[in-house]
């Protein structure tokens, strides 16, 4: 439902995304699609209707930069995909993406889907703000190779499949450095391309203006994508045959060269739980992030929604609760997945904060998330550039 052009939001408290701070009794003015105005401790403006949500806290919209809206989150996501029409994955995409909105993740980052099917979806007035990345480049035989992305090896089919890319109009360009769970014959401690390829597909992609994140689960994978100046890095876990690494020389070139870490986080607690594979090494794992976050290194919060049970498409409000119980402030991460995700989305001149000038994409939600973090799940209002969802 579209609201008024004019609307002012009143809350008990406000969330701050540049300062990481609670501001108390702020009065948000939406007209049309944007924040026409925020104040604090002052009345509504008297031609304006009134949405008077009491004891909630107002935050921008949550930002999920690692999402695959193609995969349905089922117990086996790649046949389930396999068996559809595109037509059919539409649809299901579009489901998928109205259930993020509820929740209050108002833009997402499509990270891999099948065929271009996601970049239809841009644009929709009834959805998230949606980047795309299209089919993510990788080998044949490779990881998440059923989504068609392959490749021939080499610098020059490299630069191609970047082409390609850009041609189709992508927003960013994801590469597979590593193997990855769901592809069987892949493997995560393994690297799939070594930096001479990777630097090619770096160096066409930024001709081309677009940025490039790499799935990097394999400590050579990590080292592979610093090397080829990648924008981005996923999953960054250090995952070896055996366990977890912690290779403090790598972790520092990480800070060093300001990569953007997409942090991998977010599991519905109801569900059975992450693999074995990944619960036997999700300590470790979050110890590396902690340690790449007390030493300044830039991060997001992605949830990798879609690859299975514990991943629904509305999952990233638990990332909060599970960076906080690794030793992350409940303020820090909730930037994490405003501001910079938007910074890190290339949006950060019109999502991530609630401030004028901004798209009105609100989360309100019952009570404080910094003091209490279950908050983040009581949901009071969903607007979504302007238009109330929830």
Not at 20 to 46: K, N, S
Not at 311 to 340: E, I, S
Not at 343 to 369: E, F, I, Q, S
């Amino acid at each position: 439902m579209r609201v008024s052009s004019r609307l002012a939001l009143v809350a008990a408290r406000l969330f701050d995304s540049a300062s990481a701070t609670v501001r108390e009794r702020p009065v948000l003015l939406i007209e049309g699609e944007r924040i026409a105005d925020v104040a604090f401790g002052v009345e509504p403006p008297p031609d304006a209707p009134v949405h008077d949500l009491g004891d909630a806290t107002l935050l921008p919209g949550l930002i999920d930069p690692h999402v695959h809206l193609a995969l349905d989150a089922s117990p086996d996501p790649v046949a389930r995909l396999a068996a559809r029409s595109d037509s059919e994955v539409v649809a299901a995409m579009e489901r998928a993406a109205r259930t993020a909105a509820r929740a209050g993740i108002t833009t997402m980052r499509d990270l891999g889907d099948r065929g271009y099917l996601s970049l239809g979806l841009r644009g929709r007035p009834d959805l998230p703000t949606l980047l795309a990345a299209g089919p993510p480049i990788t080998l044949a035989g490779g990881h998440c190779h059923f989504l068609g992305g392959r490749v021939e090896p080499g610098p020059d089919g490299m630069r191609a499949g970047v082409r390609e890319r850009a041609e189709r109009g992508v927003d960013v360009v994801k590469i597979m450095a590593s193997g990855g769970t769901l592809t069987p014959g892949t493997f995560q401690h393994q690297a799939q391309f070594d930096a001479d390829d990777l630097r090619a597909a770096v160096d066409e992609s930024h001709r081309l203006g677009l940025p490039v994140t790499a799935h990097a689960h394999a400590t050579a994978a990590v080292v592979n994508a610093l090397d080829a100046g990648v924008d981005g890095i996923e999953h960054a876990t250090f995952w070896t045959e055996e366990g977890v690494a912690s290779p403090t020389d790598v972790l520092a070139r990480i800070v060093e060269r300001g990569v953007t870490v997409g942090a991998t986080v977010g599991v519905l607690p109801t569900s059975a739980g992450p693999p074995p594979a990944v619960a036997a090494r999700l300590r470790p794992m979050l110890a590396n992030l902690r340690y790449l976050h007390e030493a300044g290194a830039v991060m997001v919060a992605g949830s990798d929604a879609g690859i299975g049970p514990p991943k629904p498409h509305d999952v990233l409000p638990y990332a909060l609760a599970m960076l906080v119980g690794a030793g992350f402030g409940p303020a820090a991460v909730l930037q994490m997945m405003t501001r910079g995700a938007a910074d890190a989305c290339g949006l950060g001149d019109r999502k991530g904060r609630l401030a004028t000038g901004y798209d009105a994409d609100v989360l309100a939600v019952h009570g404080d998330p910094v003091g209490t973090v279950a908050a983040i799940h009581d949901v009071a209002a969903v607007y979504l550039r302007g238009a109330a969802i929830r």
